[in-house]
């Protein structure tokens, strides 16, 4: 039997009453999706937000800066949303990202990466990628700290960020600091124990998240790259450190725990939260998990704040 808080009852409710999103057209599900009625929540307080269109290989897209009251200038928070590299944009994740940009005294800089699948693998990887080096090399004019990057994201963007980190490794891209992965898809295979106990009736079903792969890779060699599954990689020694959230009832568990495990195995600072009684997507709905959210952002900052410290005594 499921072991599921009272707020994820409420959440799984309203979740059952849509259609079966894996039923349908992707435009179909995000024209669904942007018809909602907006719904109040608190919105933390902040100096400024900004957007700003940035320019990637092929097109251009959108970013979002989130800056902290206060002088500054501020280490850096690159966040990229969920949604299955089909679903969600900046607006998806605003009022977690203002959270965090509030409580962890970070500048929170959220991609709006294109999407699959107009946009199939990898350019949501390129996209992010060529934003987090336009962040770093502009640093200074958004009044971050270009040496304090840290990536993060939830779902889909959580696997972002896992790639990131690897990306940038490989490259010698940017420094990341940390990377915070929330319930991350780290594989594609569907067949943890988490994928068996969950499967269906706790929000993200197995049937859709196969949806959301199916329309985010070009073909199935896809599934084989790291920057795509990154629990497959060979290789995850000097990766910053990383804090990993999963949620208890969720078919993304078992793997973002996995995933955990192999960069503790490779000598990477690791801190893992199972978030009991929580289900997939608490982190982005604030009008349902407030108090939640802010108890993850809260252990984020402290795991930020340690982190921190660690690279000032080096």
């Known amino acids: 039997m499921a072991n599921l808080s009272k707020e994820s009852k409420i959440h799984l409710e309203a979740f059952s009453q849509l259609p079966a999103l894996e039923t349908m057209d992707p435009q179909a599900v995000r024209d669904m999706l942007n018809q909602a009625p907006p719904v109040e929540v608190e919105l933390a307080p902040l100096a400024n937000i900004e957007d700003k269109v940035i320019p990637v290989d092929g097109g251009e897209i959108n970013i979002r800066i989130y800056t902290p009251e206060g002088i500054g200038p501020f280490p850096i928070f690159v966040y990229y949303h969920g949604g299955g590299w089909v679903l969600g944009d900046i607006a998806t994740s605003d009022a977690s990202c203002r959270m965090i940009a509030n409580k962890t005294r970070h500048i929170v800089v959220s991609v709006d990466y294109r999407l699959a699948p107009e946009y199939k693998y990898p350019t949501p990887i390129n996209d992010s990628y060529a934003a987090l080096k336009w962040i770093s090399e502009n640093a200074a004019a958004i009044n971050g700290i270009a040496s304090n990057i840290v990536v993060g994201g939830d779902s889909a963007g959580g696997n972002i960020a896992a790639a990131m980190s690897l990306k940038s490794r490989e490259q010698n891209g940017p420094p990341i600091s940390a990377q915070v992965l929330i319930y991350p898809v780290t594989d594609m295979k569907f067949d943890t124990k988490s994928y068996q106990d969950f ?116």
């Open 199 to 314: 499967e269906k009736g706790f929000g993200l079903d197995k049937n859709l998240m196969v949806w959301f792969v199916d329309h985010y890779i070009a073909s199935e060699n896809d599934k084989q790259d790291m920057y795509a599954a990154p629990l497959i990689a060979d290789d995850l020694n000097n990766l910053p450190p990383a804090y990993v959230i999963v949620a208890e009832n969720d078919v993304l568990r078992d793997e973002g725990l996995a995933y955990a495990k192999r960069l503790k195995e490779a000598g990477v600072n690791v801190e893992t939260i199972i978030e009991e009684g929580l289900v997939h997507g608490y982190f982005t709905t604030m009008a349902i998990f407030p108090d939640r959210i802010k108890r993850s952002i809260n252990n984020i900052t402290q795991f930020l704040n340690e982190t921190n410290k660690q690279v000032e005594s080096l």
